[in-house]
């Protein structure tokens, strides 16, 4: 697990925990411009409690990596652009207590203010930010170590299933043989069972027309005996 004094030195270290901005908020209330995205080296300094004479020296110590957090100086147009957009969202005490740089001004985002926090050394503030990413940083190591071994203990189980079905195969095979041996057996019972019903079913006329006759020479019988009696 990486130390604080790592964190302070590794550029490397630092670019990892890039994404966790959430944790500024979570030590202290970042006040941002009305814009709601940006800060001035004076709102940084405000929240790191430190003067801004030591956030200057730290951004131009580490321009470079600042700068690939979101860290912008805006000059000339932009700068003008910029307090004209700002002019128009700013609320409370009114567009005169605006402050407005006269020849260039350095924007600050929460990944720049959280770069910020992992270099500045002499701040309470951002000593309790490094903290809380190394615990954060403990605890996610200890959620992967647990389910690293959950999965591990998955595996074991599959892996005893595996086994299972490699001594069920066989087994299986010889119920599949069973049951195709009774499927054609069932299907000559039901051959065996048409055969005999078209059997019987000429047996059926047989028997009908024999009734027939039966019928007729009673029929002649009756008649025979009323000719005799006369």
């Not at 020296?57 to 147009?77: P, Q």
């Not at 595996?162 to 195969?169: F, R, S, V």
């Not at 019972?189 to 009673?218: K, Y």
Request: charged letters at 30%; aromatic letters at 4%; a neutral charge.
């Amino acid at each position: 697990m990486p130390t604080e004094v790592a964190l302070l030195e590794s550029r490397a270290l630092r670019v990892e925990q890039m994404g966790r901005v959430d944790v500024l908020d979570k030590v202290k209330c970042l006040v941002m411009l009305p814009d709601g995205i940006h800060l001035r080296t004076e709102g940084v300094a405000r929240y790191f409690e430190v003067s801004t004479e030591v956030v200057k020296k730290v951004t131009h110590r580490h321009r470079t990596e600042l700068e690939e957090n979101g860290l912008r100086t805006l000059r000339g147009s932009d700068l003008q652009d910029f307090h004209r957009d700002m002019l128009s969202l700013w609320a409370g005490e009114g567009a005169e207590s605006y402050p407005q740089a006269a020849t260039q001004l350095r924007l600050f985002t929460r990944r720049t203010v959280l770069n910020v926090a992992m270099l500045l050394r002499d701040s309470d503030v951002a000593r309790c930010v490094r903290t809380y990413l190394l615990d954060a940083e403990q605890d996610l190591r200890a959620g992967y170590a647990s389910l690293e071994h959950r999965v591990t203990r998955v595996e074991s189980h599959l892996a005893g299933v595996g086994t299972a079905l490699q001594e069920l195969g066989p087994v299986l095979n010889r119920m599949s043989h069973r049951l195709d041996s009774l499927d054609r057996r069932l299907e000559a019972t039901h051959q065996v069972v048409g055969a005999m019903s078209v059997r019987l079913s000429g047996v059926s006329d047989d028997v009908g027309r024999l009734d027939g006759r039966m019928d007729a020479l009673a029929r002649n019988l009756k008649e025979l005996n009323r000719r005799n009696q006369r």
